[in-house]
């Protein structure tokens, strides 16, 4: 995680800086080396002609971003960051597998984008999240209050319904006002005023005008993002740091929720600690899992980065903390991920749910060989239907079942799908009622499909929304179900350009041979170019 932003000069970084050239519909991205120092030259007949000097890479696990002043040409002698402002995201990520350029922020779903041009200034939209910031200034928003303006970087409990929040409880305004004075002198601010409330607005307004790399702990995410000020233990390596608020003003309370369900004190800090970034809601995609709206409900994280969040809402972070899967110190292991998909993961699940340990009751409950697939916890409880950074399927984190009401009438495709891909939806509503008692409103569900005897993956592709279709179009590659060629090869001009991807992914691995389209093209080209594919391969067939 310290690699999540590095300066240039001294990292490594993969992207190929040798006069490659990056071509998005009528513009270009050219990457260049000049002594050391790497430069974007960004040409566009809609934005004009720009070039960067490169001040920051950010990533470096599944892809490279970057962020970088203009200058008036390459030169080789770098030259300082004068204005935070001054300091853009660039527009082009480097992806590792396969190793390719593309347009930054389709990374996201983002509706497609007209051109090349650097985007938001660094500080202001990428510093918190992939570096090691003063924790205060992430709490500014909880502790004012609803009336805060929202800011990146802060704490993960504004985003939870009301019962699900720990309460901030401030213990003594003096050393409030005093903090939020020493934070505002580090900023170049005025004092605060003495009120503890204005003291905060004052704060907080001062940290989204002003915080920048200056003001960092550590560039790139360093212990004390996670394990907070560790002064004490720098001193004493026996005293060790806390991922729980241990200051003079203010202290953390459970949640309503936490309190009802006996809920570990350390496991909902460490899981509380990881949702601080894994939260994302950077996307102006509207729509959720189990049906829901962003702007209602920010749950049901479609995608990458929302994964601790949405575990925080799920039925098992009372007792199970991000780490009883995740390394947060190094790379997942292979290995370990695999055992999920299968029974040998269960473990994980009957430390708590002991009356399932034995083969007859796993059974019994899941009504699936317990040897196999359809036995292993984690496939139907957490099952792979979120897009991953590597256009593969990641776990959805929010606890549930696959027969809950609010998946089967809100979601497509149903989740007993991804795995029974042969089905139709009257026959897998169906065994859900016979086998675990549960009823499903029939016209809701047509209202999904068109007809109960529609294969819920093929008409998510066809009808679902764009997150929905990602998730249908990838499990019917991995079954290579040539019925789909059609839908899926439509999908390449999906409004969403991040699902052109997976569609394009998809055709390949359902036919086995490479679609060569360009999805960097203007959507007529894209179309005109799929269907010569698809014409190639059903004459080759």
């Not at 679902?464 to 059609?486: F, I, P």
């Amino acid at each position: 995680m310290h690699r999540m932003t590095r300066v240039p000069e001294t990292a490594e970084v993969r992207a190929p800086f040798d006069g490659r050239k990056f071509r998005f519909k009528d513009d270009a991205v050219t990457l260049t080396t000049d002594a050391g120092a790497r430069f974007v030259s960004v040409s566009s007949p809609a934005f004009g002609d720009h070039t960067y000097r490169v001040t920051r890479v950010i990533g470096g696990r599944y892809r490279e971003d970057f962020a970088g002043i203009e200058v008036a040409e390459p030169r080789a002698a770098a030259q300082p960051v004068k204005d935070p402002k001054s300091e853009l995201v660039l527009p082009v990520t480097f992806v590792y597998r396969p190793p390719s350029f593309r347009l930054k922020g389709y990374s996201v779903m983002v509706a497609e984008r007209p051109g090349l041009r650097a985007g938001g200034v660094w500080n202001q939209t990428c510093i918190f999240c992939h570096n090691t910031a003063p924790y205060f200034s992430s709490l500014l928003g909880e502790l004012l209050g609803p009336s805060a303006p929202g800011y990146q970087g802060e704490v993960v409990d504004r985003l939870l319904p009301g019962d699900r929040r720990s309460a901030l409880s401030v213990e003594s305004s003096g050393d409030l006002v005093r903090a939020a004075a020493d934070e505002l002198r580090l900023l170049g601010a005025n004092e605060p005023p003495d009120d503890a409330r204005r003291a905060l607005d004052a704060t907080l307004r001062a940290t989204k005008k002003g915080f920048d790399a200056s003001h960092l702990v550590e560039v790139g995410i360093g212990c004390e993002s996670c394990h907070g000020g560790s002064g004490e233990h720098v001193a004493d390596f026996r005293t060790k740091p806390s991922f729980e608020i241990r200051s003079s003003f203010v202290r953390a309370l459970p949640s309503e929720w936490e309190k009802s369900h006996g809920a570990s004190s350390r496991t909902q800090a460490v899981d509380r600690t990881c949702a601080r970034c894994h939260q994302v809601l950077f996307s102006r995609y509207p729509f959720t899992w189990e049906g829901g709206r962003r702007n209602g409900d920010p749950g049901g994280s479609h995608i990458s980065s929302g994964e601790a969040r949405d575990f925080l809402l799920g039925g098992c972070s009372s007792a199970l903390s991000c780490v009883a899967c995740h390394d947060p110190h190094a790379l997942d292991s292979g290995q370990k991920l695999r055992a999920f998909d299968t029974a040998a993961g269960n473990d994980l699940c009957v430390g708590c749910h002991a009356k399932f340990k034995q083969n007859a009751a796993q059974r019994e409950h899941s009504h699936h060989d317990p040897a196999r697939p359809g036995g292993a916890c984690l496939n139907c409880h957490m099952p792979k239907k979120n897009m991953g950074l590597g256009y593969g399927l990641t776990r959805y984190h929010r606890i549930g079942s696959p027969t809950d009401k609010a998946r089967v009438e809100g979601d497509r495709p149903l989740e007993c799908a991804l795995c029974h891909t042969d089905k139709t939806v009257g026959e897998l509503v169906s065994a859900m009622e016979r086998l675990w008692g549960k009823r499903y409103d029939r016209a809701t569900l047509i209202s999904l499909y068109g007809d109960l005897g529609a294969s819920p993956l093929l008409a998510t592709v066809a009808r679902g929304k764009a997150h929905e279709q990602a998730t249908a179009m990838h499990v019917l590659g991995e079954h290579r179900v040539e019925a789909a060629l059609g839908l899926v090869a439509a999908q390449l001009v999906n409004p969403y350009p991040l699902v052109r991807y997976y569609a394009r992914q998809a055709l390949e691995t359902i036919s086995g041979k490479p679609c060569e389209v360009n999805l960097d093209q203007e959507d007529a080209q894209i179309h005109a170019d799929v269907t010569r594919w698809l014409s190639h391969i059903e004459r080759t067939e």
